[in-house]
């Protein structure tokens, strides 16, 4: 079956072979989100998927990453992920991990042992938005896992071996909530000590609530400085023990790389030249090519 458009898939698995194992997402309420619009949730038929893999071991029989399409493929039951990632396995002999998107109500809804089964099997790497750390923004927002949702599932998964990225959105308090977006994403993000961190630049997109909302000057969105602001103080609070760091997407002035706690200084010095206009910054026109 021929992957379904619009193709949603996190920078890191650009080389990945992906696997389109249900569409859209079971939790499509973000008024900041347009990943989805147009796209409704389903599953797969999992004659289909099973069909999907066998061809795809045929032509790309190297596969080493596989990426599980689209944004919700854990609110599968493990009766019904299991075997597709069995066959999978069974599949590509050179598989060295298999990774999805997850939110915090779908780890949530799974035992440890679940949990530990999907590991067993390579899958190993979850992508989560926490997008703030902040629940009165997360509710504002109509996100529907809590941040303590996250936080749990971001710890009961990394201590059954599943290693979580974990994204934050830069702005997404708007200016009236930005404080608080910085001082509560710090306290989550050192509570989860995620292996990876992303941040990534709220981009407003027509069609979605929060855009209307901007329209209507119900939200006040962050200029460049103040986003770069935002970033600094939210690494200057972060103490994470072991973390690889990105802030490379599109959406970002400043593309940033480190590791915690080693970069952390190096991090926040680029981020003050930034500030002091001392370094480029990518033009507001590129933002999201």
Do not use: W
Request: aromatic share 6%; with cysteine; proline share 4%.
């Amino acid at each position: 079956m021929p992957l379904i458009e619009p193709i949603i898939r996190p920078p890191a698995e650009a080389d990945s072979l992906l696997l389109q194992i249900t569409t859209g997402c079971s939790a499509n309420t973000c008024t900041f989100c347009p990943a989805y619009i147009g796209k409704p949730f389903k599953l797969i038929d999992s004659e289909v998927v099973y069909n999907d893999i066998r061809a795809a071991a045929k032509r790309f029989p190297e596969t080493r990453k596989i990426f599980l399409l689209d944004g919700d493929v854990l609110v599968l039951s493990n009766t019904r992920l299991m075997p597709i990632l069995e066959l999978i396995n069974e599949s590509f002999p050179h598989l060295s991990r298999i990774a999805s998107y997850a939110n915090g109500q779908n780890i949530e809804a799974k035992s440890d042992e679940d949990l530990a089964q999907l590991v067993s099997l390579k899958l190993n790497l979850i992508y989560i938005g926490l997008e703030s750390g902040s629940q009165e923004i997360l509710t504002k927002c109509n996100k529907r896992a809590t941040v303590e949702q996250m936080i749990t599932a971001v710890n009961r998964a990394a201590a059954v071996g599943i290693k979580s990225s974990v994204m934050l959105l830069l702005g997404l308090g708007g200016k009236e909530h930005s404080a608080e977006h910085v001082e509560q994403s710090i306290i989550a993000l050192n509570k989860m000590q995620p292996r990876y961190l992303s941040f990534l630049s709220l981009m407003l997109v027509e069609g979605t609530p929060l855009f209307d909302d901007l329209e209507s000057g119900v939200f006040e969105e962050l200029g460049s400085n103040e986003l770069l602001q935002e970033s600094h103080d939210i690494i200057q609070g972060l103490e994470l023990n072991k973390t690889i760091f990105r802030s490379n997407h599109a959406s970002n002035y400043l593309s940033l790389e480190g590791r915690f706690p080693k970069d952390k200084a190096l991090l926040l010095a680029q981020l003050r030249a930034g500030l002091e206009g001392k370094l480029h910054l990518r033009p507001e026109f590129f933002r999201g090519l």
